[in-house]
């Protein structure tokens, strides 16, 4: 009995999507690269912390799934005109920029960025404020592991009154799926996801109910990438380690 709630609890923190053959693994906002290697490597790590017969059973249901190798797995295309398609659900939704020349600029560091406009458009630094090439965009990427990261732009619903209101009849919310995309759900809501650490440091009690902006503004920097280049660098760097060990 116990069992089958666990069961159930684990099965709700993530889909599997036939359309794409991708396990999109909601409950962290990344889908999970195929085999059972990753898939085990990736569930015994908090916040998940599975492990012995739930995490058996678990590795055997993923393996009756039919998966598409991570590089070759499609972006969503563009909505009609050209604009870029609407943020897939439960991939987490990040920040980033566009580059406005090309559609290879895409990045999520300010300095990444510089450097793709000077080297690949040679505009400096200083000109971005007179005829900015660039913007900021909301970003979305399937794997979160570098050599797989590969960014689209999307476009949130509820930016598009006109179109939340057409859908409303058919009882969509936008700002529900934004929501949905952008909270940090309490851990309690996930039983395989309550683990002792989260309890005792009293993180989940810190978290839960917050949205990522307020989350991302509580330990957010100055945006100046130019007057101190070293500790940008360390950002980058501990990114890329934390998104590595988390998928
Ligand atoms: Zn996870
Ligand atoms: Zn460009």
Redesign the pocket.
């Known amino acids: 009995m116990a069992d089958d709630i666990e069961w159930r609890a684990v099965q709700q ?1 993530f889909v599997y999507k036939p359309e794409l053959q991708v396990l999109l ?1 909601t ?2 906002g ?1 889908c ?1 690269r195929p085999g059972p290697q990753s898939w085990t490597r ?2 015994r ?1 908090p ?2 912390g599975l492990g012995g017969a739930p995490l058996k059973r678990l590795v055997e249901l993923f393996q009756t799934y039919r998966l598409q190798d991570p590089s070759v797995v499609a972006a969503p295309s563009p909505r009609s005109g050209g604009a870029p398609p609407f943020a897939v659900p439960g991939l987490r939704l990040l920040d980033g920029f566009e580059c406005l020349a090309c559609p290879a600029g895409l990045t999520r560091n300010p300095q990444a960025r510089d450097l793709h406009l000077s080297r690949a458009h040679q505009q400096k630094p200083a000109q971005h404020k007179k005829t900015p090439l660039w913007r900021a965009c909301k970003l979305q990427t399937y794997f979160a592991e570098n050599r797989l990261i590969r960014y689209f732009v999307v476009a949130l619903k509820s930016d598009h009154p006109r179109l939340a209101e057409d859908e409303a009849n058919q009882g969509i919310s936008y700002e529900e799926e934004k929501a949905a995309t952008n909270i940090v759900y309490g851990f309690g809501s996930h039983r395989s996801a309550v683990i002792l650490w989260l309890q005792r440091t009293g993180i989940k009690d810190c978290l839960k109910g917050l949205d990522k902006e307020q989350i991302q503004a509580s330990f957010s920097l100055f945006k100046d990438a130019d007057s101190k280049p070293e500790l940008f660098l360390i950002l980058e760097v501990m990114d890329k380690i934390f998104s590595e060990a ?2």
């Open positions: 923190t693994y409950a962290c990344l999970l990736h569930l790590q916040p998940h988390h998928s």
